[in-house]
């Protein structure tokens, strides 16, 4: 704190340039906030008055402003109308003073006024025309907020102070410690003066007292007083995440000028692939932040709202936030270090178009925002820009990489957060870490995990500076002023709604595509479903993580829902989406995972992986789960596992208890052992929970998985059945039905030379592809099971390419094709082996279709098909774009090991000769 400081949140008023009126607006907070148009870039004046006190005269004054977006000119306007600029300031993170001198004197009553404009934003999306205005946003470091609702915004959004100090003040300070109780002080002043130092332990006693005179230098900026001090002290109590413990300094500039900054004695460093706090390993489970709050359009919601979402993200397992691209207000800082928040800095660089203006800017704005970070001991990481692509070269980053690395302390710096090779961008990297943001179906996400691992690469820390969302569905009826209106966001009024910078602006047609869908009043349902599939697919994406020791640390997708996304841990009313204590089973520094065994595969002459359905089994089927502990707790220990697995409500069928014979150390991802059993005998399909309760040492974490067991043999019974297999991906089918019989177009039509009359029997026809024949077959009265891939030939029904994770409801619908199959309304992990990149496009049939599997797009409402009962002439078909037979990523080679698919597969045949028999 400085030595005299006077808020100035009193009375502001607010006008753009070309108005005469004055209207009444809050400061700090954005015009955005006050109601004025989100697409206007100023120029806009905001002013105040007031008294400087009496008691200052003798002193130097200054406005300190916290943060103004983006470029700012203050004047000072006496009571005479004398006016003078006091000077201005680009940049729309960083806090900064404006040296009042004679302007004004103590005891005068004073009108400061404000000239602001904001970044000029995008007329349709990231590549559009440019609005008016002297900064366009492309060639500003305005970060991604503008890409989230639309524009930057704009104003006063830091609180404006009126501080004084003596002929010398701190234009700089720093104080940082090590884990062996060595404090290092570094300040700057502009003038002279004999420093005394202050220190206090984290209870407040008293440590030591020192002085020492700042030395005389001269710098690109002028005439300079540095101050350097470093000593012990004893004692040492370290700052972690788990003891924020914090150390306060004092110093005092003689009488001129007084500083207290909290600090804390910590290391951080990598030691190959691990990052190590401390000493200890520790494994950052960092949540992403774009600074987007419901409640303003600036990134400035209070002390009292960020303590409370830093105390349910803890809840959570989080031990850490990135803050992408965007930079906090101090406070944000200081809660961060006073809870044990691990803070990622990723300075706010992206999609930016260089240019004079960027290239002279942005080196200044990120010196300014490195001095106000690095004094915090809760950041631990930089990155310079994120997902830069070809536009910005070595010589950008490389200066800005050695610069950050010359201020930064022992934190960690990277130039381009996603890679320059994931986004074509900078190959010759400047970084102390790899860093990929991988947004992936889970099916693939192994694959991709093997890819990217560092191997030969010089060893590093492998972090995912952003990865793994899941959009949930918005039950958008919640979303209502209390006068029936709905928020700006939902609104289809441009003037209320502009697009802006958005690459995407679908909120506004959602309700009108719901309701033609017949899904409005199904929203709460949805909504609920939804969050189920969100914890299903971080759930299995962080504990595929964890299985990789060459992984170091991640940063989920996201904080917050916001206009464009719902990825959120809450949503729009602030609300948790997902219940604390079962987000931590797998989000904790001790986590027990699982894994299984390895199989290959002789194919073709060589040797492939063999995958197999992994999540479901067929009775009598020796299932072996390994139970995998994870280890990033601060204690080393014997592990210790306990397993169980059950159906609901009844006794375990299969149970143990797995000891280590030594002890699982901090940073350890070993195997504890294996859960071996046989899967059960049943009669028809049903799903178990299978339970570990791992300890090591006093440490103990819980998580549990679902199986579903099938009965043996299932295809024995089915008669009549044919396979039709121009594509050859039905080829191990016949194994499982051997009764089955091998069709040609030849026998579809019933010409001469046919092996089987299908029209004289009631056959069901499980087919690859679709064809003229088939086509006539079905026509006249046939039943099919079309397995219609996207990528193979045209089907009867249109596909579209989209994930199946991601993105999406997978919706169990009522229909009798689902026989006995077992789901509870929507696709778990039981689909493992089937999902498809491309869903069916039913629409155009209306009534003709009938939904099975319905796929719903959380982000646009857009419904498709992944499987769907088509009335074809005469004849029914079920067509689906589920790949009964795998074959993706790492999904089962064949149908005869998709034990899950074969039988929903088996479901749809017995549907259909079910009304087959019926004719």
């Known amino acids: 704190m400085l030595s005299y400081h006077m808020p100035l949140p009193g009375r502001w008023e607010f006008r753009f340039d070309e108005q005469s009126d004055w209207r009444p607006i809050a400061v700090p907070g954005s015009w955005e906030d006050a ?26 004054l200054f406005l300190r402003f916290g943060a103004v977006s983006y470029h700012c000119e203050a004047f000072i306007v006496r009571d005479s109308g004398d006016m003078h600029s006091i000077g201005t300031h680009t940049g729309m993170w960083d806090a900064f003073d404006l040296a009042i001198g004679d302007a004004a004197a103590p005891g005068e009553h004073v009108t400061l006024l404000v000239q602001v404009e904001k970044p000029a934003s995008l007329t349709d999306g990231p590549d559009s025309a440019s609005l008016p205005g002297r900064f366009p946003l492309r060639e500003t470091l305005a970060g991604f907020l503008p890409y989230v609702w639309g524009h930057s915004y704009g104003g006063i959004w830091q609180d404006v102070t009126l501080i004084a100090s ?38 407040g006693r008293f440590i030591l007292s020192a002085e020492e005179d700042a030395v005389h230098v001269e710098t690109a900026s002028g005439v300079r007083y540095q101050l350097h001090m470093d000593g012990p002290t004893p004692d040492p109590h370290l700052w972690s995440p788990d003891d924020p413990a914090l150390y306060r300094a004092v110093l005092r500039a003689g009488h001129h000028d007084q500083v207290t900054l909290q600090f804390g004695l910590r290391s951080f460093e990598a030691d190959g692939a691990t990052l190590r706090l401390n000493s200890a390993p520790i494994y950052p489970r960092m949540i992403l932040s774009w600074g987007w709050r419901w409640e303003t359009f600036t990134p400035n919601p209070g002390p009292e709202r960020v303590r409370a979402d830093f105390e349910r993200l803890k809840r959570m397992g989080y031990n850490g936030i990135k803050c992408c691209l965007w930079f906090p207000p101090t406070y944000y800082f200081d809660l961060a270090d006073e809870m044990g928040m691990l803070l990622w800095i990723e300075l706010p660089m992206w999609l930016p178009r260089v240019t004079d203006h960027f290239r002279r800017q942005t080196p200044v704005e990120y010196e300014r925002l490195i001095r106000q970070a690095r004094r915090h001991p809760s950041v631990v990481i930089y990155s310079l820009g994120c997902e830069l692509g070809r536009d910005v070269g070595a010589d950008i980053l490389g200066s800005l990489y050695a610069m950050t690395r010359s201020m930064c302390g022992d934190a960690l710096v990277r130039d381009n957060s996603g890679s320059g090779e994931a986004y074509g961008g900078l190959l010759n990297e400047f970084a102390q870490y790899y860093d990929y943001h991988f947004y992936a179906d889970l099916h693939f996400f192994r694959h991709l995990l093997d890819a990217f691992a560092p191997r030969w690469r010089p060893e590093q820390p492998w972090l995912f500076g952003e990865y793994c969302d899941y959009d949930t569905f918005r039950d958008l009826r919640r979303y209502r002023h209390t006068d029936g209106s709905r928020p700006w966001w939902l609104s289809a009024d441009p003037a209320v709604n502009p697009t802006g910078a958005r690459w995407t602006n679908e909120a506004p047609l959602l309700e009108e595509r719901l309701r033609a869908q017949g899904l409005w009043e199904r929203s709460a349902e949805l909504e609920v479903l939804s969050y189920a599939h969100g914890l299903l697919h971080r759930k299995w994406t962080i504990e595929t993580t964890r299985t990789y020791r060459d992984v170091s640390g991640y940063v989920i997708t996201g904080e917050a829902d916001t206009p464009i996304t719902s990825a959120g841990m809450w949503d729009a009313t602030g609300a948790l989406k997902y219940d604390p204590a079962e987000f931590r089973r797998f989000n904790n520094d001790l986590v027990a995972l699982i894994g299984w065994d390895r199989r290959r595969d002789w194919v073709r002459g060589g040797d492939r992986a063999a995958f197999w359905d992994v999540w479901s089994y067929s009775a009598g089927t020796l299932v072996r789960p390994h139970i995998i502990a994870s280890h990033y707790g601060a204690q080393p220990g014997q592990a210790h596992a306990a397993w169980s697995i059950a159906f609901d409500d009844e006794a375990p069928f299969a149970s143990g208890d797995i000891v280590t014979d030594r002890d699982i150390l901090p940073g350890d991802v070993r195997e504890i052992g294996v859960a071996e059993f046989t899967a059960p005998d049943v009669s028809s399909p049903r799903r178990a929970t299978l339970r570990v309760t791992l300890r090591v040492g006093a440490q103990t974490t819980e998580n549990a998985w679902f199986l579903w067991f099938f009965p043996a043999n299932p295809w024995a019974a089915i008669h009549n059945l044919a396979i039709y297999d121009p594509l050859g991906r039905l080829h191990d089918l016949a194994r499982l039905a051997p009764q089955a019989i091998e069709v040609t177009h030849t026998d579809l039509r019933g010409d001469a030379g046919a092996q089987v009359d299908l029209h004289a029997a009631p056959f069901v026809v499980v087919a690859s592809a679709w064809t003229r024949a088939l086509s006539a077959y079905t026509r006249g009265g046939g039943h099919v099971v079309l397995l219609q891939d996207g990528d193979g030939p045209p089907g009867p029904v249109a596909t579209a390419v989209m994930p199946f994770w991601r993105e999406a409801l997978r919706i169990c619908e009522p229909h009798p094709a689902w026989g006995d199959f077992p789901h509870d309304g929507w696709a778990e992990l039981q689909f493992f082996g089937c999902a498809a990149d491309c ?49 993706a990523g790492e999904q089962p080679s064949g149908i005869g090991r998709n034990t899950a698919a074969a039988y929903l597969l088996l479901c749809w045949v017995t549907y259909l000769q079910t009304l087959n028999e019926k004719r």
């Open 166 to 203: 003596g002929a010398t003040r701190f234009l700089d300070a720093w104080v940082h410690g090590t884990p062996d109780g060595h404090v290092f002080v570094e300040a700057e002043l502009d003038g002279p003066a004999r420093v005394t130092l202050e220190l206090y332990r984290p209870d």
């Open 35 to 60: 109601g004025f148009p989100k697409d206007r870039a100023g120029p806009a004046w905001y002013r105040t008055s007031f008294v400087i006190p009496p008691e200052l005269e003798g002193r130097r």
């Open 839 to 887: 869903a069916l496009d039913t629409q155009p049939f209306g009534i003709l279709a009938h939904p099975i599997l319905r796929r719903i797009d959380t982000r646009t409402a857009h419904v498709h098909d992944y499987a769907a009962e088509v009335t074809w002439g005469e004849g029914r078909l079920i067509t689906s774009t589920l790949r009964i037979y795998g074959g």
